[in-house]
């Protein structure tokens, strides 16, 4: 990933878990009290790639707005790798994770 396309992503939650897990009853804030911080980005930074199909949800909540989806590799066809910011588990247990999501500019 170019240091372009790495400044032109964007911010995202997403499950920890296969799709169809319960679905909270209130939305919940895109910063949650009692995430955990997993990466700074200046000392620290850890990563992930997918292994298993999941969404990518502006916040942690399954039904907040889908933006997008895991992808196994790039265009090509090297493992896609994201920038893992933190965590946070919900009332339901469920794991989120907040990740750099890598997107062309201008959101195209």
Avoid at 37 to 53: F, G, H, K, Q
Avoid at 55 to 60: G, I
């Amino acid at each position: 990933m170019t240091a372009a396309a790495l400044a032109a992503s964007a911010l995202a939650m997403v499950s920890a878990t296969v799709a169809g897990a319960p679905a909270q009853a209130t939305p919940v804030p895109a910063d949650p009290p009692g995430q955990v911080r997993l990466s700074d980005e200046a000392t620290i930074t850890r990563w992930a790639t997918a292994v298993a199909p999941g969404r990518v949800y502006t916040a942690p909540f399954s039904r907040a707005r889908r933006i997008g989806r895991l992808r196994f590799t790039t265009e090509d066809g090297y493992p896609e790798v994201y920038v893992v910011l933190s965590s946070y588990r919900d009332a339901h247990g469920t794991p989120w994770l907040r990740i750099r999501v890598p997107r062309r500019p201008n959101n195209t």
